[in-house]
């Protein structure tokens, strides 16, 4: 017998979406030039978890997502973004950049809560992040996240309040 989720209010799902765009515009802001891995893990209130990962490369100039389903990974990674914000659905969710560029990969988390996106601990983050199995780890940095400013995000996109 499997249980049927709550449908989200729709004013709310759309709030989320938006809320999401500014999310992105924001972090891809904050992660700056270079080569990227998002990840994004959602437990579900029914105990399924579901996740996307994308590669993208940012430039002064543009952001480059592979050619080959990066798209596709994106849009996805979109999509549990605005589940996870919006909350009605989602037990917890997990955001993780790990710039890739560097010579020692960074690597950052934020948590959902309340509609927005947290930094996480980097120790925190670490603990999350050892491998299971007894072999060595990949050598990574685990940095702290820089805080995702809603609010001045908003007012970038409209400056006059």
């Known amino acids: 017998m499997t249980s049927e989720l709550p449908r989200p209010n729709d004013v709310d799902v759309v709030a989320a979406a938006s809320r999401a765009e500014t ?3 924001t972090l891809v802001a904050a992660l700056g030039e270079g080569a990227h891995q998002l990840s994004l893990a959602l437990d579900r209130i029914d105990g399924v978890f579901l996740t996307a990962d994308v590669s993208l490369k940012l430039t002064p100039d543009a952001l480059y997502l592979p050619e080959e389903g990066g798209e596709d990974e994106f849009v996805k990674l979109r999509m549990l973004l605005v589940y996870a ?16 560029s560097d010579l020692v990969p960074r690597v950052r988390g934020w948590s959902a809560r309340d509609g927005w996106l947290h ?7 670490e603990r999350s992040q050892a491998p299971c199995a007894d072999g060595p780890a ?4 685990f940095v702290p996240a820089p805080v995702l400013d809603r609010y001045a995000a ?7 309040g």
Do not use: K
């Not at 990949?138 to 940095?141: A, H, I, N, T, V």
């Not at 908003?154 to 006059?160: A, K, Q, S, V």
């Open 119 to 125: 930094p996480m601990d980097p120790a925190e983050l």
């Open 154 to 160: 908003l007012l970038e996109d409209n400056p006059h």
């Open 138 to 141: 990949p050598l990574r940095q």
């Open 85 to 100: 914000l919006e909350g009605s659905t989602a037990r917890s969710a997990v955001l993780i950049a790990t710039t890739l």
């Open 23 to 25: 999310v992105l515009a």
